[in-house]
């Protein structure tokens, strides 16, 4: 077995590229450097290039192709006895597969993931918080809220001990996600503000998809408190220390009685034909089954803007409806203009 520098390289800037939102130069890279790997019988080299397809297939909504790559590089990763590769592909796929609206997959995916750092630990416990994060989130969606609680307030836990903020906030998110589902809007609003604030001080730029993962929570929260009150409470977590927001996040609080039950989340996006990027994106949104309002949110744009759009996308399309929309884009799903390494490889790090 030889390895190829060609290869190496091709697939780095395969990687640089997809980061980069150049989709069509990151499947063309990771092909040849995919083929090359092939020909020189390369398996780690393989392994690599074929986890850069399978996450730039997902980014570009082909599902079925992004699986197919993912169970050949993990049966790869197998045979070559490799945790970290493992780890990769067990943590992407799940992540994905949330994304995708499968929860049970996700869940079962991300826990023999997590299971595989727990194994090693020594080496590996930077990855765990992202995978709970990733394992919390599946049971959010699934509408097991006690374990989601759980579950994320270990990955909250943990990601304070090793010092990565980035997991951090999305944990502190999540629980936010989890208040909500329980009722408690105040305590909702309070987590969204520090995961916000925290965002914005370590710079981290959530995907439209993490945005569309999390927002019916938080619209959903929302709508339980007067605007002024859900402002000044968010204000309230905004202004938290980070050490005050964790604790906070960590605390108990009785649930409210009247839960909301779990957002459900349709699957959405294919090639956007001649849409434009923006409507491409309300697109995906309305296939989701979020709201004008709720799209509005998303992408931080006025609600009359997401109606135009609306107009727009219906009249290019020959379409009379949303509903239709939603029909047209439900088997399939976009990340965004963002890079999945954000999400997915970059989240396994």
């Not at 945790?83 to 929860?103: K, P």
């Not at 993490?210 to 968010?234: D, G, I, K, M, V």
């Not at 964790?246 to 699957?267: F, G, W």
Request: aromatic share 8%; glycine share 8%; net charge neutral.
């Amino acid at each position: 077995m030889w390895s190829s520098p060609a290869a190496f390289f091709l697939n780095l800037l395969a990687r640089v590229s997809n980061m980069e939102g150049d989709h069509k130069r990151t499947a063309k890279l990771g092909e040849e450097s995919l083929t090359l790997n092939r020909q020189v019988e390369d398996a780690q080299g393989t392994v690599s290039s074929l986890l850069t397809l399978a996450i730039e297939s997902s980014d570009q909504g082909d599902y079925k192709r992004a699986e197919k790559l993912y169970a050949e590089g993990l049966s790869l990763a197998r045979e070559l006895k490799s945790a970290h590769w493992r780890f990769l592909y067990l943590h992407n796929w799940g992540w994905t597969s949330l994304l995708g609206g499968d929860h049970e997959r996700a869940a079962a995916l991300t826990e023999e993931a997590v299971e595989l750092v727990q194994e090693r630990r020594r080496g590996f416990m930077g990855f765990l918080p992202r995978a709970l994060d990733t394992l919390g989130s599946a049971a959010l969606s699934g509408g097991d809220l006690e374990r989601a609680k759980a579950v994320l307030a270990e990955s909250l836990a943990l990601s304070r001990e090793v010092g990565d903020k980035d997991s951090t906030s999305a944990s502190l998110e999540g629980m936010a996600c989890v208040a909500g589902a329980r009722g408690e809007a105040a305590r909702a609003a309070r987590l969204f503000g520090a995961a916000r604030a925290l965002h914005e001080a370590t710079g981290y730029q959530q995907t439209l998809d993490e945005r569309a993962l999390r927002n019916p929570y938080l619209s959903a929260a929302r709508s339980q408190l007067e605007e002024a009150s859900w402002e000044a409470t968010f204000a309230e977590g905004q202004a938290m220390t980070f050490e005050k927001a964790v604790e906070y996040a960590l605390s108990e609080e009785k649930p409210h009685p009247s839960a909301v039950p779990a957002h459900e989340r349709l699957p959405a996006a294919e090639p956007m034909g001649n849409l434009t990027r923006r409507e491409g994106e309300v697109a995906y949104l309305i296939a989701r089954g979020l709201t004008n309002r709720q799209i509005s949110e998303v992408l931080f744009i006025s609600k009359r803007t997401v109606d135009a759009h609306v107009r727009k996308i219906l009249k290019k399309l020959g379409l009379r409806s949303r509903a239709q929309i939603a029909a047209r884009w439900g088997h399939r799903r976009h990340y965004g203009s963002q890079g999945q390494y954000g999400t997915g490889y970059d989240r396994a790090r």
